[in-house]
Nanobody, 123 residues
Framework: QVQLVESGGGLVQAGGSLRLSCAAS????????MGWFRQAPGKERDFVAR???????DYVDSVKGRFAISRANAKNTVYLHMNSLKPEDTAVYYC?????????????????WGQGTQVTVSS
């Protein structure tokens, strides 16, 4: 049974930084793509970043140069390093795992989801 558990969210001032973590269990972590999505109140869950089995990365334009996704296979953990945070980054952030070594940005490409962690950026 796959479990994804996010942590690291919180309240931060604009311009600050946070690091989100997602601990995975239940499968061979290193074989699968991992991703981060976010959902602001009243909006859909949107793609933020993804990392393939081979550590190829991809970001939505609005976070390029500010966010970085990485994975630590020995720890079964994926990270989202968030710098220069803006109020518009406020959302619940979800970790996701695919069933293949890579996956597209589309939500339906991702099979397993965490429960989410709240990130609030004050102005």
């Amino acid at each position: 049974q796959v479990q994804l558990v996010e942590s690291g969210g919180g309240l931060v001032q604009a311009g600050g930084s946070l690091r989100l973590s997602c601990a995975a269990s239940g499968r061979t972590f290193s074989d699968y793509a991992m991703g981060w999505f976010r959902q602001a109140p009243g909006k859909e869950r949107d793609f933020v970043a993804r990392i393939s089995k081979y550590s190829n990365t991809d970001y939505v334009d609005s976070v390029k140069g500010r966010f970085a996704i990485s994975r630590a296979n020995a720890k079964n953990t994926v990270y989202l390093h968030m710098n220069s945070l803006k109020p518009e980054d406020t959302a619940v952030y979800y970790c996701a795992q695919a069933t293949s070594s890579s996956a597209s940005r589309a939500r339906n490409s991702w099979t397993y989801w965490g429960q989410g962690t709240q990130v609030t950026v004050s102005s």
